[in-house]
């Protein structure tokens, strides 16, 4: 009867006869002699020999200028200051946008308008404005009486003489 270990090196000869002969060569990992030894003598060397103070490179004045600033470049800071920046920037644009205009500058503006063009455009208009907004333009309006004396039978009648007044395409218009 033959052996394991012939069978198996004849299986393996057969097979790839490359891996017989690195398993005869053996484990393939060789230190060289007095390796530790060495290797022990050559790291306390480089490093005795890099405590010595380098010489300055030849740095320029650019170099030099952004070298503090380099931290500032590094991701947790960066992402801090543009989080900081945006808020700064969001809260100035509310504080913008939340102040209202000032009357007397709406009034200014409103008054250098033609009133022809005003009531043109109000008229293309009119379907955007409240019943608020446009009873008060209509008390505006020189020859309107004020609406503000009228009583609710004496608006109601008013308004309808209004619609009486328009035609059916500016009627159409309103619905």
């Not at 393996?12 to 007095?34: A, I, N, V, Y």
């Not at 022990?40 to 004045?61: F, M, T, Y």
């Not at 333009?137 to 503000?148: H, I």
């Amino acid at each position: 009867m033959k052996r394991p270990d012939e069978d198996i090196r004849k299986e393996l000869e057969e097979l790839s006869p490359h891996l017989l002969k690195l398993k005869e060569q053996g484990d393939g990992f060789r230190l060289p002699e007095d390796y530790f030894q060495r290797m022990q003598k050559e790291v306390l060397e480089k490093v005795q020999g890099n405590s010595q103070i380098a010489p300055d490179k030849n740095i320029g004045w650019l170099d030099r200028f952004f070298e503090p600033l380099q931290l500032l470049f590094q991701p947790r800071w960066a992402l801090g200051f543009a989080t900081i920046a945006l808020l700064i920037t969001l809260g100035a644009v509310w504080l913008y946008q939340s102040q209202p205009v000032a009357e007397s500058e709406l009034s200014a503006e409103l008054a250098k308008l033609d009133p022809e063009s005003l009531n043109a455009y109000i008229q293309a208009n009119f379907h955007e404005f409240d019943t608020e907004t446009l009873l008060e333009f209509a008390s505006n309006q020189e020859n309107q009486p004020s609406f503000e004396d009228l009583t609710p039978e004496d608006l109601d009648q008013y308004l309808d003489d209004v619609i009486q007044e328009m035609d059916a395409e500016a009627l159409k218009e309103l619905l």
